[in-house]
């Protein structure tokens, strides 16, 4: 799933350290080594699920051929979230795996072993924790739409609601490694510490986009 990289649209949380332009460079370059590094993947379909309805060409010229485009739907991220999973389980896929396109590519094992896992009946559900409370990665091997509704979103909370709300539902659920997004100046500070040679390898847009817009501002964009 990703929003269209507009300025003014995306990653608003990083407008004290970049421009509106500049941080929807960022989403734009962090989208790109996304979906360029899940092409390894070979033995997955691939879908892009869009937001808003009208940035179906642009969208069109960011992804790689081999994924399938189509606009997000719902009023909120857990409707739309829901209803990306009931439109590939129509279709008939049985284990699928979302994620928001634009944080650090997700390690490739990391799907290896979630797709591993929804192989096995007994645990539904699998998700990778991020680092600021909430989840990178949700999948499933079954319809389990109401794990998506009545929730709040955009807080430290979202993981410990998720897995009340599954608790509560009586469905299993395995957890990942943790992984981490890019909202905020600790969380790029963060992607700075990372020592990870395959991480900075899939990051062939990203990191030549930070270091030249550390080098234009006098401070560093993540001071």
Request: hydrophobic share 40%.
């Amino acid at each position: 799933m990703a929003k269209a990289p507009v300025a003014g649209q995306v990653k608003t949380r990083l407008l004290s350290s970049f421009t509106a332009e500049e941080a929807a460079e960022l989403s734009r370059s962090l989208l790109m080594d996304q979906l360029n590094h899940l092409q390894e993947l070979d033995t997955t379909d691939f879908y892009l699920a869009f937001a808003p309805d009208d940035a179906q060409l642009l969208m069109e010229k960011l992804a790689p051929p081999c994924f399938h485009l189509f606009p997000q739907q719902g009023d909120d991220l857990g409707a739309r979230m829901a209803a990306v999973f009931e439109r590939l389980f129509q279709i008939g896929h049985k284990n699928i795996v979302l994620i928001g396109g634009d944080l650090p590519p997700v390690p490739l094992h990391f799907f290896d072993q979630a797709y591993a896992l929804l192989e096995a009946p007994d645990k539904p559900v699998v998700l990778g924790p991020s680092r600021d409370g909430g989840y990178y990665l949700v999948g499933s091997n079954r319809p389990t739409p109401q794990i998506f509704q009545g929730m709040s979103w955009s807080h430290s909370e979202v993981l410990t609601e998720t897995q009340n709300k599954l608790a509560s539902l009586k469905v299993d659920y395995h957890l990942l490694s943790p992984w981490f997004d890019i909202d905020t100046t600790d969380d790029l500070r963060h992607l700075e510490s990372v020592s990870d040679n395959a991480l900075k390898k899939a990051m062939r847009n990203t990191l030549p986009l930070l270091g030249r817009l550390r080098l234009n501002k006098t401070t560093g964009p993540l001071d």
